[in-house]
T-cell receptor, first 112, second 111 residues
Framework: DAGVIQSPRHEVTEMGQEVTLRCKPISGHDYLFWYRQTMMRGLELLIY????????DSGMPEDRFSAKMPNASFSTLKIQPSEPRDSAVYFCASSNRGITQYFGPGTRLTVL | QQPVQSPQAVILREGEDAVINCSSS?????VHWYRQKHGEAPVFLMILLKGGEQKGHDKISASFNEKKQQSSLYLTASQLSYSGTYFCGTEFSNSGYALNFGKGTSLLVTP
């Protein structure tokens, strides 16, 4: 059974460029979470969805960040325009009824 | 509202025990424990719901003191495979399932 799939695994971009991170949750899971991990701030919840509907986006740092979940098997996190301080590892996680969260391998984003 | 973990780091010899604490300033509904190895994703260990229960998983167990708003993770007879960063994630209510993670405790087990 495939776990959470994220792409790309690594992304290097220049300041001002648009970045799109992708996530495919585990089939049958109804919750999807986006996290950002940095040394300074640890693991931060950015936004989460239940049945494709955004429930809480209070963790999204700025309007430059947006997330969508057009269907149960796909979600995107977009940063436009990107800044060097956005450099981090971005994790997507999914769960069944929100209990145990299964994390994807993460996308390491570097903004130059 | 980020929970506070202590210690920040610990080094053990194989076979020794360790305790990792997680404290919250706000009343908790549940505490989730995860372990993350370097360069990998966090992996779920266990969940504790309010009620002061204690859970065990092989030689790793945890307790949850609702009144003190804290949880402790106990690692006994540590193995090399226990090395990694341990995170507690706290949930404040029985809805939404949003977790606030602590900054983590780095554990290194040496031979």
């Amino acid at each position: 059974d495939a776990g959470v799939i994220q792409s790309p695994r690594h992304e290097v971009t220049e300041m001002g460029q648009e970045v799109t991170l992708r996530c495919k949750p585990i089939s049958g899971h109804d919750y999807l979470f986006w996290y950002r991990q940095t040394m300074m701030r640890g693991l931060e919840l950015l936004i989460y969805f239940n049945n494709n509907v955004p429930i809480d986006d209070s963790g999204m740092p700025e309007d430059r960040f947006s997330a969508k979940m057009p269907n149960a098997s796909f979600s995107t996190l977009k940063i436009q325009p990107s800044e060097p301080r956005d450099s981090a590892v971005y994790f997507c996680a999914s769960s069944n009824r929100g209990i145990t969260q299964y994390f994807g391998p993460g996308t390491r984003l570097t903004v130059l | 509202q980020q929970p506070v973990q202590s210690p920040q780091a610990v080094i053990l010899r194989e076979g020794e025990d360790a305790v990792i604490n997680c404290s919250s300033s706000k009343a908790l509904y549940s505490v989730h424990w995860y372990r993350q190895k370097h360069g990998e994703a966090p992996v779920f260990l266990m969940i504790l719901l309010k009620g002061g229960e204690q859970k065990g998983h092989d030689k790793i167990s945890a307790s949850f003191n609702e009144k003190k708003q804290q949880s402790s993770l106990y690692l006994t007879a540590s193995q090399l495979s226990y090395s990694g960063t341990y995170f507690c994630g706290t949930e404040f209510s029985n809805s939404g399932y949003a977790l606030n993670f602590g900054k983590g405790t780095s554990l290194l087990v040496t031979p």
